[in-house]
């Protein structure tokens, strides 16, 4: 281990994901256990440009790693953008004797990190929080299982009312680029049609197969949108077509939004932001910088940022012939 890293910052940027805190106590934690200190940083990047710190050690991280959201807060920040930002960043850092700093956030986060390296040859580590799933070089992002449970739960319950009532529902989930949280959601709730960014099902095929599961004895059907399908400009412009065109469904439209970043982050989750904090303060203590964490086939991997923000998720194809058998 390196003994020149005494002291390393840890701070939450871009949208929150459950599990996040569990990252924060497993850096304050893991410093602990090799005698370093640990500074938490308010509100990501702003709050290094505006010296918001917070000391951190094992008993101020208790009671976090069953909390969803970040106890640090988080926030986007325009001024972090610039050289003149990142400076007066890099200013509050070297004041407080910070050394190194881990970054929990997705690719815009990891940009940051990886251009304030470059600038201040910065020792930087990142750790995937985002419950897209969306980020290259780890199998799960943490936020994603817990975001996924927490659609299938809703979903199960709108099933509930579109069997009583023979009603059409399309249900529409995060997921701006990448259909990870639709196709899985899709699936492990039984709807009769997934539609996601990777796959262009088209309009006259949507209503095809909603008009095959209405012969073949469906009196209700559940079809889960992501949010950046491209099949539609929206989801309700997606209802009132469907409305048009099949009169057999009394269609309707729940649009989950944000209450599938919150809550109480899965036992995966909590595991997985362990695993991941203790690797990233390992890796900084061995002299290891600008890479991001990741998982893959159950084992902690690092990626270098640069191919962490450049590089694309890859739907699972299997997933998507499964869903295919499904829907019959």
Same mark, same amino acid.
């Given at each position: 281990?390196?003994?020149?890293?005494?002291?390393?910052?840890?701070?939450?940027?871009?949208?929150?994901?459950?599990?996040?805190?569990?990252?924060?106590?497993?850096?304050?934690?893991?410093?602990?256990?090799?005698?370093?200190?640990?500074?938490?940083?308010?509100?990501?990047?702003?709050?290094?440009?505006?010296?918001?710190?917070?000391?951190?050690?094992?008993?101020?991280?208790?009671?976090?790693?069953?909390?969803?959201?970040?106890?640090?807060?988080?926030?986007?920040?325009?001024?972090?953008?610039?050289?003149?930002?990142?400076?007066?960043?890099?200013?509050?850092?070297?004041?407080?004797?910070?050394?190194?700093?881990? #970054?929990?956030?997705? /690719?815009?986060?990891?940009?940051? =990190?990886?251009?304030? &390296?470059?600038? @201040?040859?910065?020792? $930087? +580590? %990142?750790?995937?929080?985002?419950?897209?799933?969306?980020?290259?070089?780890?199998?799960?992002?943490?936020?994603?299982?817990?975001?996924?449970?927490?659609? #299938?739960?809703?979903? /199960?319950?709108?099933?509930?009312? =579109?069997?009583?009532? &023979?009603?059409? @529902?399309?249900?529409? $989930? +995060? %997921?701006?680029?990448?259909?990870?949280?639709?196709?899985?959601?899709?699936?492990?709730?039984?709807?009769?049609?997934?539609?996601?960014?990777?796959?262009?099902?088209?309009?006259?095929?949507?209503?095809?197969?909603?008009?095959?599961?209405?012969?073949?004895?469906?009196?209700?059907?559940?079809?889960?949108?992501?949010?950046?399908?491209?099949?539609?400009?929206?989801?309700?412009?997606?209802?009132?077509?469907?409305?048009?065109?099949?009169?057999?469904?009394?269609?309707?439209?729940?649009?989950?939004?944000?209450?599938?970043?919150?809550?109480?982050?899965?036992?995966?989750?909590?595991?997985?932001?362990?695993?991941?904090?203790?690797?990233?303060?390992?890796?900084?203590?061995?002299?290891?910088?600008?890479?991001?964490?990741?998982?893959?086939?159950?084992?902690?991997?690092?990626?270098?940022?640069?191919?962490?923000?450049?590089?694309?998720?890859?739907?699972?194809?299997?997933?998507?012939?499964?869903?295919?058998?499904?829907?019959?």
């Amino acid at each position: 281990m390196s003994s020149k890293i005494k002291k390393i910052a840890v701070l939450t940027s871009g949208g929150d994901a459950p599990g996040m805190n569990a990252a924060i106590r497993a850096v304050a934690r893991s410093c602990a256990y090799y005698n370093i200190e640990c500074v938490g940083v308010y509100r990501g990047y702003e709050g290094m440009m505006e010296g918001d710190f917070i000391s951190l050690n094992a008993r101020s991280v208790k009671g976090i790693i069953n909390k969803g959201g970040t106890i640090l807060k988080s926030a986007r920040s325009k001024e972090f953008r610039t050289k003149e930002g990142r400076k007066k960043a890099h200013t509050n850092l070297v004041k407080e004797g910070i050394d190194a700093f881990v #970054v929990i956030g997705g /690719d815009g986060s990891f940009t940051g =990190a990886l251009l304030f &390296n470059k600038e @201040f040859n910065f020792p $930087v +580590m %990142g750790i995937p929080g985002t419950i897209d799933n969306d980020i290259f070089g780890t199998s799960h992002t943490l936020g994603y299982d817990t975001a996924l449970n927490t659609a #299938v739960d809703v979903i /199960d319950k709108i099933r509930d009312t =579109a069997s009583s009532h &023979n009603r059409l @529902f399309f249900v529409e $989930v +995060m %997921g701006r680029d990448v259909g990870h949280i639709a196709l899985n959601v899709g699936i492990g709730a039984g709807a009769e049609e997934i539609l996601i960014p990777e796959e262009d099902l088209g309009l006259d095929r949507l209503l095809e197969s909603l008009r095959r599961s209405k012969k073949s004895g469906k009196t209700s059907s559940i079809v889960v949108v992501a949010e950046g399908d491209k099949i539609g400009k929206n989801v309700f412009e997606l209802k009132d077509y469907i409305d048009e065109n099949l009169e057999e469904y009394e269609t309707r439209v729940s649009v989950l939004g944000h209450m599938q970043r919150g809550g109480s982050p899965s036992c995966f989750d909590r595991v997985l932001a362990s695993r991941m904090g203790v690797k990233a303060v390992e890796c900084i203590l061995e002299g290891t910088s600008n890479y991001m964490v990741g998982l893959m086939s159950d084992k902690i991997v690092i990626t270098p940022l640069k191919e962490a923000i450049k590089g694309k998720s890859k739907i699972n194809n299997e997933l998507i012939r499964v869903s295919d058998i499904m829907s019959v």
